[in-house]
């Protein structure tokens, strides 16, 4: 069964800290995509990558980055945290540019204290 | 901007009911609507999806209807089972695009 396999089911950081949040397919997929789930906003798109070392800016990108040096990992960055990126975070993959069939991630939930 | 417009937030409805989830979009190059489920816990799946060629497509208990010229679409869900208790995301994509996600539906059947 294919499977995106999120490192951390929960994760408690402080404020301030760097932040890594990894992401691996099984699935040799081409696109890898994070984004953060809050009630009542949906799923808001973070960064995505449609190919290895290539990254896109999604709808909320400030206070992130990405890393993809190889096609199954795809890493999220926090680099100063804030309680305001207290969310899940959840990852996903396609397999091409034109399989809209996303495979998510089971989440990772962050909170920063 | 919100690209694709989803209510309502949360809906409750009765076993064998059927609850209808309403979405809507602004730009006419959307040419693939899927609908995905989340169940507590776990990632969103994909349920359902539809091109903009067909009004209706059917999956069982799940039917999504598609009117271009309104630019809506909903999900119907026949038969509602305790089991179906998720939150639903409708969104929407164009060519070699990414999707754009509606924020939810918390949906609850009661037995």
């Known amino acids: 069964d294919v499977k995106v396999t999120q490192s951390s089911r929960y994760l408690v950081k402080r404020t301030g800290e760097k932040v890594f949040l990894e992401c691996v397919q099984d699935?040799?997929?081409?696109?890898m995509f994070w984004y953060r789930q809050d009630p009542g906003l949906g799923l808001r798109l973070i960064y995505f990558s449609y190919d290895v070392k290539m990254k896109e800016k999604g709808d909320i990108p400030e206070g992130y980055s990405v890393s993809r040096e190889k096609k199954e990992r795809f890493s999220l960055i926090l680099e100063s945290a804030s309680t305001n990126q207290t969310s899940m975070y959840l990852c996903?993959?396609?397999?091409?540019?034109?399989?809209?069939?996303?495979?998510f991630g089971s989440g990772t939930r962050l909170t920063v204290v | 901007q919100q690209q694709v417009k989803q209510s309502p937030q949360s809906l409750i409805v009765q076993k064998g009911g059927i609850p209808i989830i309403n979405c809507a979009y602004e730009?006419?190059?959307?040419?693939?609507f899927p609908w995905y489920q989340q169940f507590p816990g776990k990632g969103p799946a994909l349920l359902i999806a539809i091109r903009p060629d067909v009004s209706e497509k059917k999956e069982g208990r799940f039917t999504i209807s598609f009117n271009k010229s309104a630019k809506q679409f909903s999900l119907h869900i026949m038969d509602s089972q305790p089991g179906d208790s998720a939150t639903y995301f409708c969104a929407a994509s164009k060519a070699l695009g990414r999707l754009y996600f509606g924020r939810g539906t918390q949906l609850t059947v009661w037995p």
């Open positions: 996903a993959s396609s397999l091409t540019r034109t399989d809209y069939g996303y495979t």
């Open positions: 699935m040799d997929h081409e696109n």
């Open positions: 730009n006419t190059a959307f040419d693939y």
